[in-house]
């Protein structure tokens, strides 16, 4: 048997993989692979990769093109939208810069906007998203609104999807998100042998892999490492840290800093995030024994987002996570002008008070101006504890 790279060793190579991202997606556009820009969880990974395309995803984290997007779009306005706009904007972000074709959904009135804007660069599809995934009417309308996302990719790229693509491509993306969901589930481990930002730099591996094969085993071998470490008794690990869970908005580089202001300055220990492109969007897999496209569809309706009018399995992750990774408090993160995540604070707070967890949310930007106050308000709340 082959021997196992050390932890520390197999996370420098997934940090040097993830710096060589765009690099790969140029040579895969040079081979004549289908581009697909994506903004949201919500868009079927499935119905690209069956047509041999890969997804890139738009959502951008970076202060530097808020001022050319604000050229078009107002100030008030949450700096996800304008960052991922900006980039475009600009044409200074390599993953739109390569894309052929954006798919967007009416998630936030921001959003949905902005791409009417974006298409003048691209052309966009919008998928229209119910408001609710309760009902047979919401799920009817998702499942008609799949379908349509696959007449548009199939009379763009002249391929047709077959339903033998669709089940290969829904096997390979069940094995990633399992693969990602037992590598979290290593932070279950008391203390977790993972920063939070180690935690994320995984994930984020993985989002820019095109779900290769090569990738997937880097991870299955980093998660085999801190387990065998842990056993060895060979763990980085501190003891006696509260354990935290983030929740909120999708998190990227500029908002690291909450994760530092928990771990570095706090002496806490992030082992869970429920955010988009970790938890939330990793936890349920395509049921593989049903028609594929209606098994898509179900599958992507139900992600928890707070742009879903109610959104009780936001709560019920909520309560499954805190128990799962014995977690001692939530820090929840919201963009600055994000309504939804915002008045879905009151019933968050109120739901983990139910549990008896402490909760506390933070609202922020891009900007890198307000280290020292969450530092301060982070420290207080662990203090608390
Ligand atoms: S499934 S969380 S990726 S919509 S932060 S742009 S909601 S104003 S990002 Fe999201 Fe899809 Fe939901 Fe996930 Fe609007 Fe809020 Fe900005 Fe947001």
């Known amino acids: 048997m082959a021997t196992l790279r050390s932890s520390r060793a197999l996370l420098d190579h997934i940090a040097d993989e993830s710096l060589a991202a765009p690099v790969r997606v140029k040579e895969a556009k040079e081979r004549g692979a289908p581009v697909v820009g994506t903004f949201c969880v919500f868009t079927p990974w499935e119905l690209v990769r069956a047509i041999g395309g890969i997804s890139v995803s ?23 939208i304008k960052a991922s706009y900006g980039f475009a904007l600009t044409d200074t972000c390599p993953y739109f810069h390569f894309c052929d074709i954006v798919i967007g959904e009416t998630t936030c009135d921001g ?14 599809h919008v998928m229209q998203l119910p408001q609710t995934t309760e009902g047979e009417s919401a799920r009817a309308l998702w499942r008609a609104e799949t379908e349509r996302l ?25 094995r990633e998100r399992r693969v990602l969901n037992r590598f979290f589930a290593v932070a279950r481990l008391d203390p977790s042998p993972l920063t939070g930002l180690e935690i994320l730099a995984v994930s984020d591996y993985l989002k820019c892999s095109m779900a290769s094969e090569e990738a997937l085993g880097v991870v299955e071998e980093l998660t ?48 869970a995030f429920e955010n988009c492109g970790n938890l939330k969007s990793s936890t349920d897999l395509v049921d593989e024994s049903r028609p594929p496209m209606e098994a898509i569809a179900d599958r992507y309706l139900h992600i928890p987002c707070s742009c879903m009018s109610p959104n009780p399995r936001r709560l019920e992750f909520l309560s499954r996570f805190r128990e799962e990774y014995a ?40 900007s890198q101006g307000d280290e020292g106050q969450l530092s301060t308000r982070l420290n207080a709340f662990l203090e608390m504890i």
């Open 150 to 174: 696959k007449e548009v990719i199939e009379s763009f790229y002249g391929r047709a999807i077959t339903d033998d693509a669709l089940r290969e491509a829904i096997r390979l993306k069940n």
């Open 111 to 124: 959003k949905k906007k902005m791409y009417e804007y974006l298409n003048r660069l691209r052309p966009v």
């Open 327 to 366: 977690v001692d408090g939530v820090v929840d993160v919201i963009l600055q002008a994000c309504h939804t995540y915002a008045v879905e604070s009151f019933s968050v707070r109120e739901h983990l008070k139910g549990l008896g967890i402490p909760y506390i949310a933070v609202e922020t930007d891009y």
């Open 224 to 271: 085999e490492a801190l387990e065998e470490e842990r056993r060895r008794g060979k763990g980085r690990e501190a003891e006696g840290r509260k354990r935290i869970l983030i929740t909120g908005c999708p998190l990227g580089k500029s908002l690291h800093k909450v994760i530092r202001a928990v771990e570095e300055q706090g002496g806490g220990a992030v082992v």
């Open 58 to 80: 738009l959502c951008s984290t970076s202060e530097k093109p808020i001022a050319a997007a604000e050229a078009h779009l107002p100030r008030n306005l949450c700096p996800l």
